[in-house]
Structure formats: C-alpha cells, structure tokens
C-alpha cells in the first residue's frame, strides 16, 4: 500500500505504463485488474481514500514491497478519470 501524496510519486510508473501500455479494466470504483497485454500477467490494483488522503496497492512483487509500478499507475489514472466522471454526473 502506498500513499498517493503527488503526481511526482507516480511520474516515473506512468511513464513506463504509456510504453507498457496495460490494460486496465475496472472491476468495481477502485477496484481494477491490470493486465500486461506481452506476458498476459494480471494484477489487482485497488485505489482508497482514507481521511482525505489517496492511497493505492497493487498485487505485483513491486506494489507488494510498497514501490509504485506502472500496473498501479495506469489504475490510479483510470480511477481518477471514473472519479471525475462521478463527480460531474452528481
Ligand atoms: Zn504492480
């Protein structure tokens, strides 16, 4: 689990995620499953606020030693898009 504090957190996995390219399909709000269309590998990505503050983990070695990899990076883009969208339709 790691915290969300800025964008610069997540430069660095997002950055591999647009060469990467995973698929990221949304299983429920923050909930996602990542999957690295190369090697078919699936991860589950899960976004959550807690107190005001954003916090995200993945089920890969990275997201499980607490690093943020690009499966988290490419979720938490997704969530904050669906997250704008609920809160436009609201
Ligand atoms: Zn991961």
Do not use: W
């Not at 957190?9 to 390219?21: D, F, Q």
């Not at 089920?59 to 609920?86: I, K, N, P």
């Amino acid at each position: 689990m790691i915290q969300l504090t800025s964008a610069a957190t997540l430069e660095k996995a997002i950055n591999k995620a647009r060469t990467v390219k995973p698929r990221v399909r949304v299983n429920c709000f923050g909930s996602y499953t990542v999957t690295n269309k190369q090697t078919g590998a699936t991860y589950t990505v899960t976004c959550e606020k807690r107190d005001g503050n954003r916090f995200a983990s993945c089920t890969c070695r990275a997201g499980e030693l607490g690093r943020a990899c690009y499966h988290l990076a490419a979720a938490v883009s997704a969530h904050l898009q669906l997250a704008s969208e609920r809160a436009a339709s609201h």
